[in-house]
T-cell receptor, first 115, second 113 residues
Framework: KAGVTQTPRYLIKTRGQQVTLSCSPI?????VSWYQQTPGQGLQFLFE???????NKGNFPGRFSGRQFSNSRSEMNVSTLELGDSALYLC??????????????FGNGTRLTVT | KNEVEQSPQNLTAQEGEFITINCSYS?????LHWLQQHPGGGIVSLFM???GKKKHGRLIATINIQEKHSSLHITASHPRDSAVYIC???????????????FGKGTSLLVTP
């Protein structure tokens, strides 16, 4: 069974640009959650999507958005990039919504560098 | 603010040693996760627990709900155990963190031959 796949693995963008990251969950998993990891703040929750609906959102500005498609694949978008958005972005999938404490399966992440 | 504290921040051990990593949290939780992150960045979920103790190979995770504390033990440590270990908790729904996972800062473990 294929694991969680994130693309691309690495990305370099300049300030002011926008970026879209993709996450394909394990087959059959309906929940996808996104996390940002930086050296200063560690891991922080961005949002969770379940059955194409955003179920929960972390404390991030509106420049961070996402969506989930009918096949459970998810994308997150960051507009008007800032230097501080440089981070490792991880997604995780689970069978049911995170509210029900299902085990999480993480992807390898997308490393975004903003110059 | 609901918090998750891990200790130690860094740990160096010799191969074969018994290792303990600690995690404490401030308010009631519905679940606690132990995660492992290797230098490449990908995260592997080791355990999810809400009570008692779980064991998988050389890894043991325990949780004491009353004391709001969990430990991750590694027996007979090996250089391939070198990684960052992260504790993450899901606070109860009546907290001000919603149900999102809240993460500790991680413990960087280096096991030398």
């Amino acid at each position: 069974k294929a694991g969680v796949t994130q693309t691309p693995r690495y990305l370099i963008k300049t300030r002011g640009q926008q970026v879209t990251l993709s996450c394909s969950p394990i087959s059959g998993h309906r929940s996808v959650s996104w996390y940002q990891q930086t050296p200063g703040q560690g891991l922080q929750f961005l949002f969770e999507y379940f059955s194409e609906t955003q179920r929960n959102k972390g404390n991030f500005p509106g420049r961070f958005s996402g969506r989930q498609f009918s096949n459970s694949r998810s994308e997150m978008n960051v507009s008007t990039l800032e230097l501080g958005d440089s981070a490792l972005y991880l997604c995780a999938s689970s069978l049911v919504s995170e509210l029900f404490n299902s085990p999480l399966h993480f992807g390898n992440g997308t490393r975004l560098t903003v110059t | 603010k609901n918090e998750v504290e891990q200790s130690p921040q860094n740990l160096t051990a010799q191969e074969g040693e018994f290792i303990t990593i600690n995690c404490s949290y401030s308010v009631g939780i519905s679940a606690l996760h132990w995660l492992q992150q290797h230098p490449g960045g990908g995260i592997v979920s080791l355990f999810m627990l809400s009570s008692g103790k779980k064991k998988h190979g050389r890894l043991i995770a325990t949780i004491n709900i009353q004391e709001k504390h969990s430990s991750l033990h590694i027996t007979a440590s090996h250089p391939r155990d070198s990684a960052v270990y992260i504790c993450a908790v899901r606070f109860l729904p009546n907290s001000n963190s919603g149900y999102a996972l809240n993460f500790g800062k991680g413990t960087s473990l280096l096991v030398t031959p």
